[in-house]
């Protein structure tokens, strides 16, 4: 049966690959296992979202917009001026904004959109941060690009180093996925780094699409986004896209919502080949989205939960495997010597599943995999959970 050749390219989705690792094990205790591997919110969305579902039951007939509805978009373009200090009227909700079925699949698609069959007559390049969210790959070698990886490691503070990059890559470069906060390992772009991204991406002219999905998660302050860099470049959102989810936001994973905005060139072409390719976002959900986009104190109190959980893990973990407070995000991202070994040790001897770094990274340009000393835990659970999870961990590890 003929494929396409570019799927050989793809490797396991990690949560196949931690499948494989661990399911032919038993654990040897009888601890209640606990997983730390998958970044799902387990607190509950707010009320307003079942709520606002139920007061729009009677939608469901009907074929939704694909671009979103106007009341939706213009909740996300308030939200973003609020949020990033935008000049008013910066953002018209039917020119820079479209919404999406949750991230994924709009980070997916994306990449069609932007990634020619050939830059400067040769094969062009997809810029992916290294450790990476596995569908930034999947994405630009499923459109015929070069995945770039660009390691970001403790020596660069775990956000890639745009000045190492050489001129001959960023010429070739159609598209560069950057993730603030970072998953897995939580660190903030400053707004100086963005702008120098954008920058970039102005001069060599490719594609800068920011993965903003955790930006309500954070512990101090709130992360800058590339559309405020954009306006404190004094600029229009020339090349520059966002993502956003309420996914991480509202916890509302099960609900498949998101939004890209930026550039009106891209979110035009975008709106197009989205008419042939893009997933429809419900009515009633799309109502829940606004409605949750112009509420801010459940964020408030959902990002005080995950404080409280930092501080747990701080408590308990400080001193040992390299940790470090995450600026933003829910992970921990722990140096254990061998994230595979580890995660083993972690599920034979103690019950807990836990993601190890290599999974979420790959050995690229004749470098080591940048994961691979590495596990990543989500810290989702409440709190009595993450007590017993981390008493374990030092126990085992
Ligand atoms: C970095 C990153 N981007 C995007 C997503 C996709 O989220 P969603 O499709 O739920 O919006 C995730 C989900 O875990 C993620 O970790």
């Not at 106007?70 to 308030?78: G, Y």
């Not at 998953?183 to 490719?206: C, H, V």
Request: glycine share 6%.
């Amino acid at each position: 049966m003929p494929l396409n050749p570019q799927l050989d390219t793809l490797s396991d989705y990690p949560f196949e690959a931690l499948r494989t690792l661990l399911n032919p094990v038993t654990p040897r205790v009888n601890d209640p296992p606990i997983l730390m591997s998958l970044g799902e919110p387990q607190h509950q969305p707010p009320p307003l979202l079942a709520e606002t579902l139920a007061a729009n039951a009677d939608k469901w007939n009907q074929y939704p917009p694909m671009n979103g509805t106007p009341e939706l978009r213009r909740a996300i373009a308030d939200w973003l001026t609020r949020r990033y200090r935008l000049p008013a009227g910066a953002l018209e909700p039917d020119k820079h904004i479209l919404t999406l079925a949750g991230t994924k699949e709009g980070l997916y698609l994306f990449s069609s959109l932007v990634v020619p069959r050939e830059k400067r007559g040769q094969q062009p390049v997809v810029l992916v941060p290294n450790p990476y969210y596995l569908v930034y790959n999947g994405a630009a070698t499923m459109a015929g690009a070069e995945a770039v990886f660009l390691d970001a490691t403790r020596d660069n503070r775990f956000m890639p180093d745009l000045a190492a990059i050489p001129r001959a890559t960023l010429e070739r470069a159609a598209l560069f996925y950057l993730c603030s906060p970072a998953n897995p390992q939580g660190t903030i772009a400053s707004l100086e780094y963005l702008k120098q991204a954008i920058r970039l991406a102005r001069e060599y002219d490719f594609v800068l699409a920011v993965d903003e999905c955790y930006a309500e998660i954070y512990d101090r302050a709130p992360p800058p986004g590339a559309l405020e860099a954009c306006a404190a470049l004094g600029d229009d959102f020339e090349n520059v896209v966002v993502f956003h989810s309420l996914s991480k936001r509202s916890s509302a994973a099960g609900l498949r919502s998101g939004f890209v905005a930026g550039d009106p060139r891209l979110i035009g072409h975008y709106a197009h080949l989205r008419s042939y390719g893009g997933c429809q976002v419900p009515l009633p959900v799309q109502a829940a989205a606004a409605a949750l986009w112009r509420d801010e104190a459940h964020v408030e109190a959902n990002r005080d939960r995950y404080r409280r959980k930092f501080d747990l893990a701080e408590e308990a973990l400080a001193g040992r495997y390299g940790f470090y407070r995450p600026d933003g995000g829910f992970f921990l991202w722990l140096e254990v010597g061998h994230g595979e070994e580890a995660a083993l040790r972690l599920w034979r001897d103690a019950a807990i599943r836990v993601l190890p770094g290599g999974y979420t990274a790959r050995a690229a340009a004749g470098r080591p995999n940048p994961g691979e000393p590495y596990i990543r835990l989500a810290i989702v659970h409440d709190e009595a959970t993450l007590s017993a999870a981390f008493e374990r961990i030092r126990r085992v590890l």
